[in-house]
């Protein structure tokens, strides 16, 4: 059984109709941490080890509980058994430079999306598969745990229009 959302707007090469396999049950698990609070220099691998999603949420910089969009990737890739739990801790940056590029219809669980200003990578999510991701948003690095509209949440891959493209660990 499968969840869809409305047709794909814009240009770029992805599937018509977003479809997640809701069977997954490693899916159903990662969807766990929508509405977890977005809080600046949250999360790490080791926080993928344990509870879905992490309990206690671990600590930002500014002593908000949450995750941050690379903690949350960090920590999902260790709970989909795709890093240890013993990896560094890294930027979307330092993910990007780590990853290999695949297609964009090639999307599947555990890839990572891309973001940020040209010459520069600020961003990153989790791809789910059937064009969807799933990131920690709405952030920055005054955001702490506290804004109402900073949390996980899902959307398409290219939904913003610094989108850089998506890659995988190999």
Same mark, same amino acid.
């Given at each position: 059984?499968?969840?869809?959302?409305?047709?794909?707007?814009?240009?770029?090469? $992805?599937?018509?109709?977003?479809?997640?396999?809701?069977?997954?049950?490693?899916?159903?698990?990662?969807?766990?941490?929508?509405? $977890?609070?977005?809080?600046?220099?949250?999360?790490?691998?080791?926080?993928?080890?344990?509870?879905?999603?992490?309990?206690?949420?671990?600590?930002?910089?500014?002593?908000?509980?949450?995750?941050?969009?690379?903690?949350?990737?960090?920590?999902?890739?260790?709970?989909?058994?795709?890093?240890?739990?013993?990896?560094?801790?890294?930027?979307?940056?330092?993910?990007?430079?780590?990853?290999?590029?695949?297609?964009?219809?090639?999307?599947?669980?555990?890839?990572?999306?891309?973001?940020?200003?040209?010459?520069? $990578?600020?961003?990153?999510?989790?791809?789910?598969?059937?064009?969807?991701?799933?990131?920690?948003?709405?952030?920055?690095?005054?955001?702490?745990?506290?804004a109402p509209s900073a949390f $996980?949440?899902?959307?398409?891959?290219?939904?913003?229009?610094?989108?850089?493209?998506?890659?995988?660990?190999?």
């Open positions: 059984m499968s969840a869809s959302l409305p047709p794909v707007p814009g240009p770029r090469k $992805v599937p018509a109709r977003l479809k997640l396999d809701v069977l997954d049950e490693r899916i159903v698990e990662l969807l766990q941490c929508i509405g $977890v609070p977005y809080a600046f220099g949250a999360g790490a691998p080791k926080d993928g080890a344990g509870a879905w999603p992490p309990d206690p949420l671990p600590v930002g910089h500014g002593g908000g509980r949450g995750l941050d969009c690379s903690g949350l990737a960090g920590a999902a890739l260790v709970h989909l058994g795709i890093l240890p739990a013993t990896a560094p801790d890294r930027t979307a940056a330092g993910y990007f430079d780590l990853a290999t590029p695949v297609p964009i219809e090639d999307a599947r669980l555990g890839d990572l999306a891309f973001y940020g200003p040209p010459g520069r $990578v600020s961003h990153v999510t989790l791809c789910l598969g059937g064009g969807l991701v799933m990131g920690a948003n709405g952030g920055g690095s005054k955001t702490y745990g506290d $996980v949440k899902l959307d398409r891959i290219a939904y913003r229009t610094d989108f850089k493209g998506v890659r995988r660990i190999v």
